[in-house]
């Protein structure tokens, strides 16, 4: 099941806690979009480890990704979506991917509105 968060809080509590909430919501994000998709092998854990070793970089891929994992859990879902992947790649290289997270947690939270309904 994936949970729905309100991002507008998910930002303050990553705020609050100096970015920690931020990491937290980074693992969820991705292991939700993997629930979504069915794809075990993109997981929370490992994706943050990467951005970690690679010193960041992983984590503009990640943007990449999570915009074609979201497109395919979209479409699994029955939801009409656009493929955003390039779009989030862009935030990120600008430093804007927190908006990434924001879409992504709207989409996510449309998709459990679905299964909930």
Same mark, same amino acid.
């Given at each position: 099941?994936?949970?729905?968060?309100?991002? +507008?809080?998910?930002? &303050?509590?990553?705020? !609050? #806690? *100096? %970015?920690?909430? $931020? =990491? /937290? @919501?980074?693992i969820?994000?991705?292991d939700?979009?993997?629930?979504?998709?069915?794809?075990?092998?993109?997981?929370? +854990?490992?994706?943050? &480890?990467?951005?970690? !070793? #690679? *010193? %960041?970089?992983? $984590? =503009? /891929? @990640?943007?990449?990704?999570?915009?074609?994992?979201m497109?395919?859990?979209?479409?699994?879902?029955?939801?009409?979506?656009?493929?955003?992947?390039?779009?989030?790649? !862009?935030?990120?290289?600008?430093?804007?991917?927190?908006?990434?997270?924001?879409?992504?947690?709207?989409?996510?939270?449309?998709?459990?509105?679905?299964?909930?309904?």
């Open positions: 099941m994936i949970k729905e968060r309100n991002f +507008v809080v998910c930002i &303050l509590l990553s705020l !609050i #806690t *100096c %970015g920690l909430y $931020g =990491i /937290y @919501w980074y969820t994000l991705t939700d979009a993997s629930r979504a998709n069915n794809d075990p092998n993109f997981t929370g +854990v490992k994706a943050f &480890l990467f951005t970690l !070793i #690679t *010193c %960041g970089i992983y $984590g =503009i /891929y @990640w943007n990449y990704k999570i915009g074609k994992e497109y395919e859990a979209n479409q699994k879902a029955g939801i009409n979506a656009n493929d955003n992947s390039i779009l989030y790649l !862009i935030l990120s290289i600008f430093g804007l991917g927190i908006i990434t997270y924001c879409i992504v947690q709207n989409e996510l939270n449309n998709i459990a509105r679905q299964q909930n309904a």
